[in-house]
Structures are given as structure tokens and as C-alpha cells.
């Protein structure tokens, strides 16, 4: 069954300090992973997409890695700020038709 | 930029009455797709429409139905509303190819008494 699992489920830290979520997938076959990022009371809006030949891409402060080999993927978050403060979504898209999976997403709460 | 439009953002609603949420979109987007979102639940698919009066039912298509008159246009329609439809429900277009993206709307948050 095409899963996407996300880790942690919640997550607090200082701001200005890194943190890394996690997101594991048994889609297959795989197409591409995009995270999103979903501000209180508002939609996802994208912040990256990897594709299965991609390793590392980053966008700002925020650094996606994929390993396709574990079926693996992670967001680091560089100096994190207040406005970083969101739940952030992984979606896992296969080949051919195959549907969007989504996981459930990391709440991340980032303090002062 | 994209933009997909929600009707509502709050709508408050008693148990039977029928509902409506209005979703339009204006990058001429073929595919478009209605979500609800829980806690700890995530995203679930509740239906999508790949065309004009096209449509297809998602994981938890259960007391709902849409419309798909125009192609910028896809409603939700809660025949009778219930309790556990108290939920936000996020519109979505896709815009199609290799690296598709979904664009979301604001989100429409439904409370029903």
C-alpha cells in the first residue's frame, strides 16, 4: 500500500535553531515529493519539489534531501524564524496516474 | 500568480441543512480536487474532477457530492449536513505535467451545530 509517513508529529524549538522533519514513503513507483507548507488558517503552498534524481535542493533557509534509494526524505530548517511556525506537508507522487499521497505533517512551533 | 478562490472562510450551519463551497480557479487548471482537513488525520480526499461534468470519487466521498459546470468552477455540496462534517475543506487545483503542483485555495472552515 503507498504510504507516507511524517516525523515528527509536533515539534517546538528556540528560534534561531535548526531543525530537521522527516518523511518516509513506500510509493512506488515514485515520480517526484514536493513538501508544502501551510501557515495557520491558510492553504499549502508549495516550498519544494524533488525528483528522483535530485539529491539536495534548497530554497532560503530551507534544504530538502531525497534518497530514493530508503525512500527517504527530510526538510532542514537553517536560523529558524517565527514565520516558520506552520505545519508542513509531504506529498509523494508515483508514476502514471498513480494518486497524490499525502502525509500527515509536522506542526512545527518555532518560540522566542 | 495562481490563485484558487474559496467562497467562504467561516460558515456555521445546523445538522440537515444543505451546504454549498464554491471553489474557483482562474490558471485554466483541468484538474481540481476537494480535501477535508482534521487533526492528526491530515488531508483526505473527498472528490476530484479531471474535466467539465467529470468527477470521481476520493477516499471519503460519504455525504457528499460536487459539480463541475465550468471548468474554473467546482463546488462541494453537503446534501444534509452532519456533526462529523464539521471540518475545514481545502480546494485544490493541479497544474498537470512531470512536476505537477497543486495550488490550494484559503481553505473554508465548516462548523456544524
Known amino acids: 500500500k503507498n504510504q507516507v509517513e511524517q516525523s515528527p508529529q509536533s515539534l517546538i524549538i528556540l528560534e534561531g535553531k535548526n531543525c530537521t522533519l522527516q518523511?518516509?514513503?513506500?510509493?512506488?513507483?515514485?515520480?517526484?515529493l514536493r513538501w508544502y507548507k501551510q501557515d495557520t488558517g491558510r492553504g499549502p503552498v508549495s516550498l519544494t519539489i524533488?525528483?528522483?534524481?535530485?539529491n539536495t535542493k534548497s530554497n532560503g533557509r530551507y534544504t530538502a534531501t531525497l534518497d530514493a534509494d530508503t525512500k527517504q526524505s527530510s526538510l532542514h530548517i537553517t536560523a529558524s524564524q517565527l514565520s516558520d511556525s506552520a505545519s508542513y506537508i509531504c506529498?509523494?507522487?508515483?508514476?502514471?496516474?498513480?494518486?497524490?499521497?499525502f502525509g500527515k505533517g509536522t506542526t512545527l512551533s518555532v518560540s522566542s | 500568480d495562481v490563485k484558487v478562490t474559496q467562497s467562504s472562510r467561516y460558515l456555521v450551519k445546523r445538522t440537515g441543512e444543505k451546504v454549498f463551497l464554491e471553489c474557483v480557479q482562474d490558471?485554466?487548471?483541468?484538474?481540481m480536487f476537494w480535501y477535508r482537513q482534521d487533526p492528526g488525520l491530515g488531508l483526505r480526499l473527498i472528490y476530484f474532477?479531471?474535466?467539465?461534468?467529470?468527477?470521481e470519487k476520493g477516499d471519503i466521498p460519504e455525504g457528499y457530492s460536487v459539480s463541475r459546470e465550468k471548468k474554473e468552477r467546482f463546488s462541494l455540496i453537503l446534501e444534509s449536513a452532519s456533526t462529523n462534517q464539521t471540518s475545514m475543506y481545502l480546494c485544490?487545483?493541479?497544474?498537470?505535467?512531470?512536476?505537477?503542483?497543486?495550488?490550494f485555495g484559503e481553505g473554508s472552515r465548516l462548523t456544524v451545530l
Open positions: 506529498v509523494v507522487r508515483g508514476q502514471a496516474g498513480t494518486a497524490l499521497i
Open positions: 485544490a487545483s493541479f497544474k498537470a505535467g512531470a512536476n505537477g503542483e497543486l495550488f
Open positions: 518523511c518516509n514513503y513506500t510509493v512506488s513507483p515514485f515520480s517526484n
Open positions: 490558471m485554466d487548471h483541468e484538474n
Open positions: 524533488m525528483t528522483f534524481s535530485e
Open positions: 474532477s479531471y474535466d467539465v461534468k467529470m468527477k
